[in-house]
């Protein structure tokens, strides 16, 4: 199994611009996160999923949007990228409550915005 | 606020030395759970705890979870390098019930 993937590893993109990082698990697994992990702050909840066509906010929504159309896959859009949003981000799926089973992570995708 | 606060926030030993590392609450969690991140990847798991007082092993490392279950240690015996890495805690309390990551515990073990 190749567990969850995430693509692009690195992703350079201006002030302004929009980008989808991609997201896809192959576990069967309900539940799937979107977090973001910066120095000094830890891991934050962006959004999460916790079946195929439903999704909520999480800690720090604002700037991004998800959608859930299959179980497989979850991507993140960033809608007009700022520096602010320059961080690692990491996908994450669980078979359900994650207080339960804990997560699977991606490997991350490193973000910068210049 | 529900927070899990790690210490020590960084830690450097020598390899074949043991070492500690906390996560603290002043709120009850259902269950702790403890990841390894390194360098330039995901968090991995390593284990869940969910009685309090439960005592868990995984070969050289030994995970306890608080009476209360308002804390949790990781006890490392004869640290080697490949235990190089972020320590997570995490959990969802009793009461807020958000599963929340804990401030890390950066570990370097030298050779």
């Known amino acids: 199994n190749a567990g969850v993937t995430q693509t692009p590893k690195f992703q350079v993109l201006k002030t302004g611009q929009s980008m989808t990082l991609q997201c896809a698990q192959d576990?069967?697994?309900?539940?799937m996160s979107w977090y973001r992990q910066d120095p000094g702050m830890g891991l934050r909840l962006i959004h999460y999923s916790v079946g195929a066509g439903i999704t909520d906010q999480g800690e720090v929504p604002n700037g991004y949007n998800v959608s859930r159309s299959t179980t497989e896959d979850f991507p993140l859009r960033l809608l007009s990228a700022a520096p602010s949003q320059t961080s690692v981000y990491f996908c994450?799926?669980?078979?359900?409550?994650?207080?339960?089973?804990?997560?699977?992570f991606g490997s991350g995708t490193r973000l910068t915005v210049v | 606020t529900q927070l899990l606060e790690q210490s020590p926030q960084f830690l450097s030993i020598q390899e074949g030395e043991n070492l500690t590392v906390y996560c603290n609450s002043s709120?009850?969690?259902?269950?702790l759970q403890w990841y390894r991140q390194e360098p330039g990847e995901g968090p991995v798991l390593l284990v869940t705890?969910?009685?309090?007082?439960e005592v868990k092993k995984l070969k050289r490392l030994t995970f306890q979870f608080g009476d209360a279950r308002k804390d949790s240690s990781l006890h490392i015996t004869a640290a080697q390098p490949g235990d190089t890495g972020l320590y997570l805690c995490?959990?969802?309390?009793?009461?807020?019930?958000?599963?929340?990551f804990g401030t890390g515990t950066r570990l370097k073990v030298l050779a």
């Open positions: 705890v969910v009685t309090g007082g």
């Open positions: 994450a799926s669980s078979p359900g409550d994650s207080a339960n089973y804990g997560y699977t």
């Open positions: 995490a959990g969802a309390s009793v009461a807020a019930y958000k599963y929340i």
């Open positions: 576990m069967n697994h309900e539940y």
């Open positions: 709120s009850v969690f259902s269950s």
